[in-house]
């Protein structure tokens, strides 16, 4: 399995961070997509994809983050992209979140769009965070229809309208543990889907699958939110595994 999503570099794997990399192996777990939160999180992100092969960076600057300094801290990002060409895979997670703090709506709906257009730049996929912000992300990225943009729209939890159109516009959809949330409605979502559009993550230390739920989530209970959607979408686990696995390869290139 792929972990297309998992922030395993906050201190809240300090200290077990080895033996937790170790649980993920046993669970099957063959690679972790490390994406950043903003200039504070750079350090140890890069820390971990250095020291282990099999966790991926990413960079780009999380919309929660973008404040009243969120021109320093884009501009500390991108430059960061640019003098390590080829060291990340994707930009993200970017995106915009309303759920907390409407005040910087404006210069979310920026920071996201050059964050793609750097993207677009460098021909990278994108990570999307986006939590009450359907419409106002569909906008920005209708801008960007058939310019060759392309990334997961990380913790999907839309309508199976939203679905389809993050799809259409090239996007495949993360699920991740609210999967397994009994009334998270994200399941009769994800029944609909085919299962091409789909890859697999955690969001570690978040939104742990049950029945893990309420715990620290990590890599290894990827394995609790594969088997939840391989029974709903009707199909040996192995086969999900299989397919999700090509999808990451196919967003991540490798």
Request: aromatic share 14%; glycine share 14%.
């Given at each position: 399995m792929i972990d297309t999503h998992s922030h395993i570099y906050l201190k809240d794997f300090a200290e077990d961070r080895a033996e937790m990399l170790q649980r993920a192996r046993e669970a099957g777990v063959e690679k972790v997509y490390l994406p950043n939160i903003d200039a504070s999180s750079m350090a140890s992100l890069k820390a971990l994809a250095d020291a282990e092969t099999n966790c991926i960076p990413m960079m780009g600057l999380h919309p929660g983050s973008v404040k009243e300094n969120w021109e320093k801290e884009l501009e500390t990002i991108l430059s960061d992209i640019d003098q390590n060409p080829g060291y990340y895979k994707a930009i993200g997670e970017i995106g915009m979140d309303l759920y907390w703090d409407k005040t910087f709506v404006k210069e979310q709906e920026i920071a996201f769009a050059r964050q793609i257009e750097k993207a677009l730049e460098l021909q990278l996929p994108i990570v999307i965070h986006c939590r009450e912000a359907f419409n106002e992300i569909f906008a920005v990225l209708e801008d960007y229809r058939g310019k060759g943009l392309?990334?997961?729209?990380?913790?999907?939890?839309?309508?199976?309208?939203?679905?389809?159109?993050?799809?259409?516009?090239?996007?495949?959809l993360g699920i991740g543990g609210i999967v397994t949330f009994k009334n998270a409605g994200l399941d009769k979502v994800v029944e609909q889907l085919n299962p091409r559009h789909i890859v697999l993550e955690t969001d570690a230390p978040y939104l742990a699958p049950d029945p893990k739920r309420g715990k620290r989530n990590e890599p290894a209970f990827l394995a609790y939110t594969a088997q939840k959607v391989a029974d709903l979408l009707l199909m040996p686990l192995k086969e999900l595994e299989e397919i999700t696995n090509q999808n990451a390869k196919e967003v991540f290139g490798s």
């Open positions: 392309y990334g997961i729209f990380h913790c999907f939890t839309g309508t199976a309208e939203q679905a389809q159109h993050a799809i259409d516009l090239g996007l495949k």
